[in-house]
């Protein structure tokens, strides 16, 4: 099905606004409906957009919020008037202790100013020469795997997207760190999950159990990111990373960036910079385990292109099918799968005001999944993604790197990362998902895998 001017309602975001409020859950006084939230936060969505429609109303606790599923009101919030629309309050307060003031929670000129130091890393010629080292060191990953074995396949992900973060974007090697920073994310997810259900912020010097273990697991994290940057400060020069323009940057007044934001920008781009990448492969390696049909397609496509030969950048615009895999499974499983904004100021949206305050969410895993868009939306069809389907899609019912001028910046590094990494994967074995039963993604920051990936490695065949 192909979305036609009549499948949304239209809107006038600027328009008169409706006397009545959106439609939406009531919750319970006080805690509104956070409790629903934390028993089922992927469900919540979902269940509210079906039920009450495209704009929704409900409360966190104290905190108004709405929930947006018609692409014309998220491109307003996005683009047409993103200016109103900051990094929501009630989520972000979650990981400060993380992120600090990085690019992906800073604000304002700050956040501009921070985004223009990192951009030159990300550039498409930049981004091109860190193939090698991404190619390269998945082929000494799958040189460590032996036919019949049983991976868990975000696990190795994970370990190998690390890898090349540290390596393309920092010119460090994190080998011997790999276990901690994993056992470190997973601390860290477990309670950032835990702390969505509050209604109220518990300060993270408060002994709890998950506090310990948070505490803890960024310990651990900044142990490492302190170590690399002191290993170039002592041995500056311009190595055309993302932490040589770090370094090498200055504020207005001639200053350089101080260590406190060197940490946050780094601790920023190793985390983030790493995981979507991860995640999209993690997913995309078990529906190729359940769809044989597809990875026939997909291997048949990377040996006529490649041969036995590695892949290069140079072979990416001839793999299309690879591409449409990996678009497939972050359209079914996007790695960002909740998106949160705070209103500046009242405005309208959808025909309803919205006063200044107000948490605005959006959904990636709702709309890539809205049956007005996408046909037979649950089922895995990398055969939909064909130009001119694309040519037609509203502009914001996929974002899986968000959109506007808050855009992910390493949009093309992990696209390029993900199918480069893929091929060679297809190249080498057929993945065999060897669950007992369907993967529950766990959402948090970003929608894991629960329990992994668990896929047997059978020795590819040349075709």
């Known amino acids: 099905m192909n979305p036609t001017p009549d499948s949304f309602v239209p809107v006038n975001p600027l328009g008169p606004a409706r006397l009545t409020s959106p439609p939406g859950p009531k919750g319970l006084p006080v805690l509104g409906s956070l409790l629903d939230l934390g028993s089922d936060v992927l469900g919540f969505f979902p269940k509210c957009?079906?039920?009450?429609?495209?704009?929704?109303?409900?409360?966190?606790?104290?905190?108004?919020?709405?929930?947006?599923?018609?692409?014309?009101?998220?491109?307003?919030?996005?683009?047409?008037?993103?200016?109103?629309?900051?990094?929501?309050?009630?989520?972000?307060?979650?990981?400060?202790?993380?992120?600090?003031?990085?690019?992906?929670?800073?604000?304002?000129?700050?956040?501009?100013?921070?985004r223009r130091i990192a951009a030159p890393a990300f550039a498409t010629r930049r981004v091109n020469d860190y193939a090698d080292t991404m190619v390269q060191l998945t082929s000494e990953m799958l040189d460590?795997?032996?036919?019949?074995?049983?991976?868990?396949?975000?696990?190795?992900?994970?370990?190998?997207?690390?890898?090349?973060?540290?390596?393309?974007?920092?010119?460090?090697?994190?080998?011997?760190?790999?276990?901690?920073?994993?056992?470190?994310?997973?601390?860290?997810?477990?309670?950032?999950?835990?702390?969505?259900?509050?209604?109220?912020?518990?300060?993270?010097?408060?002994p709890l159990p998950g506090?310990?273990?948070?505490?803890?697991?960024?310990?651990r994290i900044e142990t490492i990111v302190t170590r690399i940057i002191a290993e170039r400060q002592q041995n500056p020069g311009d190595?055309?990373?993302?932490?040589?323009?770090?370094?090498?940057?200055?504020?207005?007044?001639?200053?350089?960036?101080?260590?406190?934001?060197?940490?946050?920008?780094?601790?920023?781009m190793l985390l983030a910079g790493h995981e979507t990448t991860a995640l999209a492969l993690s997913w995309t390696l078990y529906l190729l385990g359940q769809h044989s049909e597809i990875d026939v397609r997909l291997s048949a496509e990377v040996h006529a292109v490649l041969g036995s030969r590695p892949p290069a950048v140079e072979d990416l615009a001839k793999l299309t099918n690879t591409g449409e895999v990996i678009t497939e499974a972050m359209r079914l499983y996007p790695p960002a799968w909740l998106i949160g904004r705070e209103t500046v100021k009242d405005c309208v949206i959808g025909g309803y005001h919205v006063p200044a305050g107000t948490t605005v969410f959006v959904s990636p895993w709702i709309l890539h999944r809205d049956p007005r868009v996408f046909d037979d939306p649950l089922s895995f069809r990398p055969g939909r993604w064909t130009p001119e389907f694309t040519r037609q899609l509203p502009r914001f019912a996929y974002?899986?790197?968000?959109g506007g001028p808050r855009i992910c910046i390493g949009k093309s590094f992990a696209l390029m990362e993900a199918s480069l990494i893929l091929a060679a994967l297809v190249q080498r074995y057929r993945f065999e998902w060897s669950g007992d039963r369907p993967i529950a993604p766990s959402p948090s920051i970003t929608l894991r895998p629960k329990g992994g990936v668990p896929v047997r490695l059978h020795e590819r065949q040349l075709l």
Request: charge should be negative.
């Open 399 to 402: 974002m899986p790197f968000g």
């Open 144 to 206: 460590t795997w032996t036919p019949g074995d049983v991976r868990d396949a975000h696990a190795e992900m994970m370990s190998l997207t690390l890898r090349i973060a540290a390596k393309t974007l920092f010119d460090a090697s994190v080998e011997e760190d790999v276990a901690a920073m994993d056992h470190a994310l997973n601390d860290i997810t477990s309670e950032i999950t835990a702390r969505f259900s509050r209604p109220f912020v518990i300060p993270d010097a408060v």
């Open 49 to 114: 957009a079906e039920r009450y429609g495209d704009v929704v109303a409900f409360r966190l606790g104290a905190w108004p919020a709405l929930l947006l599923s018609n692409p014309d009101d998220v491109e307003y919030v996005f683009v047409d008037a993103h200016e109103n629309f900051v990094k929501n309050r009630f989520f972000w307060r979650q990981v400060t202790a993380i992120f600090g003031k990085g690019i992906m929670t800073n604000e304002g000129e700050d956040w501009l100013r921070h």
């Open 239 to 268: 190595r055309g990373d993302f932490l040589s323009a770090l370094m090498k940057a200055s504020y207005a007044n001639g200053q350089p960036l101080p260590d406190k934001q060197l940490r946050d920008e780094a601790v920023t």
């Open 211 to 219: 506090h310990v273990r948070y505490n803890r697991a960024l310990r």
